[in-house]
């Protein structure tokens, strides 16, 4: 196994919920994401923060992780970004896509959920690059 940076996993780990807490935000997406998921208010105030934030927090590190192994501890920034880029998009995209035909969800709600994963796994190759 390469050896890998625990600093740049836990950065990384942290750029999704920033980039989460921004792109899921009334300010940009939260409301139509909101109604495109059928989520009411309510909803959404039900359950445990600590096991609901503790548990992306968990999968962020886990993802982060991963990555970080595949990219191993020689990618250049532009490696990183386009290789997060593509696994955003197709891997992560791609099962999303699957899953949600299946569920018959909308596109909208698809591309909403595709964006943030796309654009977090960037961010995510950025990191690691930068910081390995």
């Known amino acids: 196994m390469p050896q890998i ?50 548990g992306a927090f968990v999968l ?3 993802a982060s992780f991963t990555f970080a192994a595949f990219l191993g501890p020689d990618v250049t920034l532009a490696q990183g ?12 995209s791609g099962t999303i896509g699957v899953i949600y035909l299946f569920e018959r969800r909308s596109v909208g709600l698809f591309l909403i959920n595709a964006g943030y994963s796309t654009l977090w796994f960037t961010t995510i190759g950025s990191i690691i690059a930068l910081l390995s």
């Open 5 to 54: 940076s625990i600093l740049a996993v836990l950065v990384a780990s942290v750029s999704g919920f920033m980039i989460g807490g921004l792109w899921y935000s009334p300010v940009l997406l939260g409301k139509r994401w909101q109604r495109e998921a059928e989520l009411t208010d309510e909803k959404l105030r039900q359950g445990s923060p600590a096991v609901i934030f503790g």
């Open 60 to 62: 962020s590190l886990l």
């Open 81 to 92: 970004a386009i290789y997060g880029f593509l696994a955003g998009l197709f891997w992560v």
